[in-house]
T-cell receptor
Framework: GDSVTQMEGPVTLSEEAFLTINCTYT??????LFWYVQYPGEGLQLLLK?????DKGSNKGFEATYRKETTSFHLEKGSVQVSDSAVYFC????????????FGTGTRLKVLA | DGGITQSPKYLFRKEGQNVTLSCEQN?????MYWYRQDPGQGLRLIYY???????QKGDIAEGYSVSREKKESFPLTVTSAQKNPTAFYLC???????????FGPGTRLLVL
């Protein structure tokens, strides 16, 4: 079945550092890909998405490009802030017709001032 | 303001007790979902509903039940058959099954 693998955390960075969180997927079809962010004690918020190969999703300085050839959707930000500290989840929508989402295990980011 | 609400924020369950988690949306979305989140793990799908009066089991449906009598409501009951119910429960909805899912704030269930 479809699956998502993302890098283990925690990731600890200093403010203004460059961020990359790796995400790779396995899917039989052409899924839509998502990054969600979760702040402590809250639900998930959609950060960005891409629906087809070579699409770039972007929001609040975060970017991710749908790479079909490497089955990847890595999250990047050029300069992180303390307020970016959260857990980030990569997800895909199944292509089997159920439209279920498959989530990665999450990557905790901690940004130090 | 349109959105998804979940209540209560915290819920305590005694042994052998059934408890019901509420999920309401005023976004006019057709599809609704329940996920379970355990520490250090991704979200796992419990049940989903693509339209009113219809729902399907997800990956971990055992010990849970749902109903979808109204478009805006999708309550989840954690039954006494669920032996390890302590977790964070998240409800989500999407305008159509294939569209982006949006999440509520979650309910944390604890066992006394």
């Amino acid at each position: 079945g479809d699956s998502v693998t993302q890098m283990e955390g925690p990731v600890t960075l200093s403010e203004e550092a460059f961020l990359t969180i790796n995400c790779t997927y396995t899917a039989t079809g052409y899924p839509s890909l998502f990054w969600y962010v979760q702040y402590p004690g809250e639900g998930l918020q959609l950060l960005l998405k891409a629906t087809k190969a070579d699409d770039k999703g972007s929001n609040k300085g975060f970017e991710a490009t749908y790479r079909k050839e490497t089955t990847s959707f890595h999250l990047e930000k050029g300069s992180v802030q303390v307020s970016d500290s959260a857990v980030y989840f990569c997800a895909l929508s199944e292509t089997s017709g159920t439209y279920k989402y498959i989530f990665g295990t999450g990557t905790r980011l901690k940004v130090l001032a | 303001d349109g959105g998804i609400t979940q209540s209560p924020k915290y819920l305590f369950r005694k042994e052998g007790q059934n408890v019901t988690l509420s999920c309401e949306q005023n976004l006019n979305h057709d599809a609704m979902y329940w996920y379970r989140q355990d520490p250090g793990q991704g979200l796992r799908l419990i049940y989903y509903s693509q339209i009113v009066n219809d729902f399907q089991k997800g990956d971990i449906a055992e010990g849970y039940s749902v109903s979808r009598e109204k478009k805006e409501s999708f309550p989840l009951t954690v039954t006494s058959a669920q032996k390890n119910p302590t977790a964070f429960y998240l409800c989500a909805s999407s305008i159509e099954p294939q569209e982006t899912q949006y999440f509520g704030p979650g309910t944390r269930l604890l066992v006394l």
